[in-house]
């Protein structure tokens, strides 16, 4: 199986060029360049540093991973810089559903399908089963899925709100005080304020909104998937807030008082 003359070609063709165009770049004979896309040779050491710095992509990816096979946010995910093996971590490779243009879609995890998402989420069988949808005003460069959040730990956040994340493959990018949709092993999809403790101490810390829930640490081995708070949709109208209300209330009253003593006073 030639992966890397296939990955090679799927590149050039990716960023428009011919083979007349990358062989200058590279400073290879045009003909050289169309054996190694066709498998008929195979590129030496140095052949190989020169398509691994010109693309961004570790060799191991070129040679191993069939890129074709991947979908538009995998893809871009590696040439942003996010390549398993020049990370050294596991790979993390997201089961997901495109649309009839190959659009990559939606998925929704409602409710009733959580407790299957927590060991069926890898199976592409069973992604491909869930709902799915579109958000034309989200990018394209992005992979996101949309998780049915229960309880009222994060209130103001309703109940039975549908939560869309965008997916994460580097886990050290998760920013501190900012909510996260994580996948466990031990609880299930929990949707948290995150503080980042990976390098310190292996672990990431919880945080509800909902001040009556105390805070409480996950082992980063018991994470599984991690989903950037993105936005939320509730059927739900927010209730008002009494309190800031009342503050309103005491503050216009305040102005109108001021206002007969400055008239009294003729200032």
Known sequence: MNTFGKNIEFLRKRQK??????????????????????????????????????????????AKTDLTELSESQ??????????????????ILAA?????????????????????KNGFADPDYVSILPTFQLP?????????????????MLPIPDESFVTGEFILDWNTIRDGHPYIILTLDN????KVVENKIKANKNLI??????????????????KEVWKFVHYISSEMPKPNKEKQDLVDT????RKEVHVIQTQLNI
Do not use: C, W
């Open 251 to 254: 503050v216009k009253q305040l």
């Open 188 to 191: 299930g999809i929990v949707f």
């Open 17 to 62: 060029r011919t083979q007349d165009d990358l062989a200058f770049a590279l400073e290879m004979k045009r003909s050289t360049l169309s054996r190694y896309e066709n498998g008929v040779s195979q590129p030496s050491v140095n052949a190989l540093i020169r398509f691994s710095m010109f693309f961004k992509i570790a060799i191991d990816t070129l």
């Open 206 to 223: 919880m945080h509800s909104l909902n001040s009556l829930y105390d805070s409480y640490k996950i082992d980063i081995t018991d994470v």
């Open 97 to 117: 559903t495109v649309d009839q243009y190959n659009n990559e879609n939606i998925e929704l995890v409602s409710e009733k399908a959580k407790a299957g998402y």
């Open 75 to 92: 893809i871009s995910q590696i040439e942003r810089g996010y390549d398993v093996y020049v990370k050294g971590s596991n790979i993390r």
């Open 137 to 153: 005003f989200l990018s394209r460069q992005k992979k996101y899925r949309t998780f049915q959040i229960s309880g009222d730990s």
